[in-house]
C-alpha cells in the first residue's frame, strides 16, 4: 500500500508529459536517490493532441506508390493569400516534417540579409506507421514512424513577402532543388495581406506600396 501511494504521487499529470511518466516515478518505489532523467522531447513539428494513437494513412498518396489514385487538385489552399511570393505543388506528394523544416532554414537563410517574411501553409499532421520488415501477421499496427502532410496538386507550400522578386526568387530557387517533387513559382496580381497590414510585421516598410502603408509607419 505504501509503494502504491508513493508511486501515485511521484507520476506526473497526464497533461504535463508526452510520452510515458517520468523516470523520477521508477527511482521512487526502488527507493534509489538517482537523480531523474529528462522526459521524452517532442519532435520539431508534429501535432499536440492527436485523436487516434494509430491513425490511418492520408487518402491522397504521392504518385510513384502501388495504390496511387488521382484525387483531383486542391480545392483550398491553391492561391497566395499572405505574402505576394509563394511556392506552389505540381503533383500528389507526402511533405514530412523534415523537408518542411529544411525549407524554413533555407528560407530564413536567404532572406537574413534583405529582409522579408516566411509563412509556412503546410503542417504534418498526418501520422505514418512502419511494421518491421519479414514479420508475422497479427502483431497489430506498427508504430508511427513520421509525419506527414498529404497535398493535391496547385497547394501553397510557402509564402514570402516583404522582399524583391529576385530575393523570393533566389530563395525559391533553392528548395524547388531540394524537394523530391515538382514545384512552381507564383506571384500574387493583386496586393497580399502582408501589403496592407492584414498579417505580419516587419521593421523595415520600403517594399509595400506607399498607397497600402499605415499612418503611423509613414511618421
Request: proline fraction near 6%; charged fraction near 30%.
Amino acid at each position: 500500500m505504501f509503494c502504491m501511494k508513493a508511486f501515485g504521487a511521484a507520476v506526473q499529470p497526464a497533461g504535463t508529459t508526452f510520452v510515458g511518466a517520468s523516470v523520477a516515478a521508477v527511482s521512487a518505489v526502488s527507493g534509489s536517490e538517482d537523480k531523474p532523467q529528462e522526459r521524452t522531447k517532442r519532435r520539431m513539428l508534429m501535432p499536440k493532441n492527436i485523436k487516434w494513437r494509430k491513425p490511418h494513412k492520408p487518402p491522397v498518396k504521392p504518385w510513384d506508390t502501388n495504390k496511387w489514385k488521382f484525387k483531383g487538385e486542391a480545392y483550398k489552399g491553391n492561391k497566395p493569400y499572405f505574402g505576394k511570393y509563394a511556392l506552389q505543388i505540381l503533383e500528389e506528394a507526402w511533405v514530412n516534417a523534415p523537408n518542411i523544416e529544411a525549407c524554413r532554414r533555407m528560407m530564413v537563410r536567404t532572406l537574413r540579409r534583405d529582409g522579408g517574411k516566411v509563412w509556412l501553409r503546410t503542417f504534418p499532421h498526418s501520422a505514418i506507421t512502419w511494421r518491421g520488415k519479414e514479420t508475422r501477421m497479427g502483431g497489430g499496427k506498427g508504430t508511427i514512424q513520421y509525419w506527414v502532410q498529404a497535398v493535391r496538386p496547385g497547394y501553397i507550400l510557402f509564402e514570402v513577402d516583404g522582399c524583391t522578386e529576385d530575393t523570393a526568387r533566389r530563395a525559391f530557387h533553392y528548395i524547388m532543388k531540394y524537394l523530391p517533387f515538382k514545384t512552381k513559382f507564383l506571384i500574387k496580381d493583386t496586393p497580399s495581406r502582408f501589403e496592407l497590414g492584414l498579417a505580419g510585421s516587419i521593421k523595415s516598410t520600403k517594399h509595400i506600396p506607399k498607397e497600402f502603408r499605415k499612418k503611423s509607419d509613414e511618421d
